[in-house]
């Protein structure tokens, strides 16, 4: 039974393109059939994430317009086998997606896939509704930052009025994935705590995923965080994320990247 | 300027909670994240305006979410001529 998942924020920046490329492979990596759909037609960057930017023959549109064969699109992960990218057009614009299309294209990757993930642009416009429209569940990406949260409440209120889910009269499940969080600053009242923002937005925590310069080298190399460097504290955190999404109960910890004496004298090691 | 930072303490954390809070609550009711407290109010504005005159920008509904609870706040304000309307009438008796 596929889900069909929607990674959205509103804010832009705030790591929904890292966070669709890491928890995409860190679910991949344990097995599962997985696709990356990028929906930011004209600014798509899910590609680059992924280091298939220069694999991209078909995109989104052309399988939504029924110009290609589904097949034709999807992009297979050099690393993982199970892991598949569906890109977004970077040449048209999003009036060019028809809800019917993207419809039929959902209902397709559904048959294939064990996990669908979508990867929303920033905003609140007709790119964002269609990527969430679809969805069996949200997980909405925010920093603890004051107008990331504003945001984060305003897409929450578009999952529950927006998506087909809703409409039906279901209970739309939302996802809150804390990133950029920063244990220390927080200690010392300089940044929004865990607690803070959950009261704020009532909705239950899927992660909390530590400010790490691994984010910004895994972008650099085209990896998602979790090939690039599984072992640092934003990948664990991507992967106790992903092991909750499928299920499994596992505490809710911050990791930190620890630095030893030796690090601080020669430097990060290499990959 | 660091001399004024120091007077106004250093935590800038629970001043974003704040903000925050106050903005979402006039923000859901608006865009309809809330429906029920936004029809709420507007019932409940309906309901008072039979009787008193008052402004639709002085009516406020607020839930705050505790662990166990939620708690409906409503915050209506009125004018003292329209207030002292409300008040019991009684005769050299003890203010009600």
């Not at chain 2, 903005?23 to 305006?49: F, M, N, Q, W, Y």
Request: net charge neutral; with cysteine.
């Amino acid at each position: 039974m596929a889900e069909v998942l929607v990674v959205t924020s509103g804010k832009g920046g705030v790591g929904k393109t890292t966070s669709t490329a890491a928890l995409g492979a860190a679910l991949a990596q344990t097995g599962q059939n997985v696709v990356v759909v990028d929906f930011d037609v004209g600014l798509r960057n899910l590609d680059l994430v992924m280091g298939a930017e220069r694999r991209v023959v078909y995109d989104l549109i052309n399988v939504a317009n029924g110009d290609v064969r589904l097949q034709q699109a999807l992009i297979r992960d050099k690393r993982i086998d199970t892991l598949y990218l569906l890109a977004a057009s970077q040449t048209r614009d999003k009036d060019a997606l028809s809800e019917e299309g993207v419809r039929r294209c959902i209902a397709e990757l559904r048959e294939r896939f064990d996990w669908v993930i979508c990867d929303s642009p920033a905003g609140i416009e007709r790119g964002a509704t269609l990527a969430m429209r679809y969805a069996d569940l949200a997980v909405v990406v925010t920093n603890p930052e004051v107008s990331s949260v504003r945001d984060s409440d305003r897409i929450i209120g578009l999952l529950d009025s927006k998506t087909v889910k809703a409409a039906k009269g279901e209970r739309m499940e939302k996802l809150l994935l804390l990133t950029r969080y920063d244990k220390v600053r927080a200690g010392r009242g300089d940044m929004l705590s865990i607690d803070d923002v959950l009261e704020i937005l009532s909705i239950p925590l899927l992660g909390i995923i530590p400010e790490s310069e691994e984010v910004l080298r895994a972008s650099n190399l085209g990896a998602p965080v979790t090939i690039s460097n599984a072992t640092s504290a934003p990948a664990r955190a991507y992967m106790d994320a992903a092991r909750r999404l499928n299920g499994e109960s596992v505490s809710m910890t911050i990791p930190s990247d620890r630095s030893t004496l030796l690090t601080k004298l020669f430097g990060r090691r290499a990959a | 300027m660091k001399f004024f930072s120091l007077l106004a303490g250093r935590r800038s954390a629970p001043l974003a909670r704040e903000r925050l809070q106050i903005l979402l609550t006039h923000e859901r009711g608006a865009t309809g994240h809330s429906g029920l407290i936004a029809i709420l109010r507007e019932d409940i504005l309906g309901v008072i305006a039979k009787h008193v005159d008052v402004a639709p920008d002085k009516v406020e509904v607020r839930v705050e979410n505790s662990d166990e609870v939620a708690i409906l706040e409503i915050d209506v304000e009125i004018p003292r001529m329209a207030a002292r309307a409300m008040m019991p009438r009684e005769r050299g008796g003890r203010a009600a």
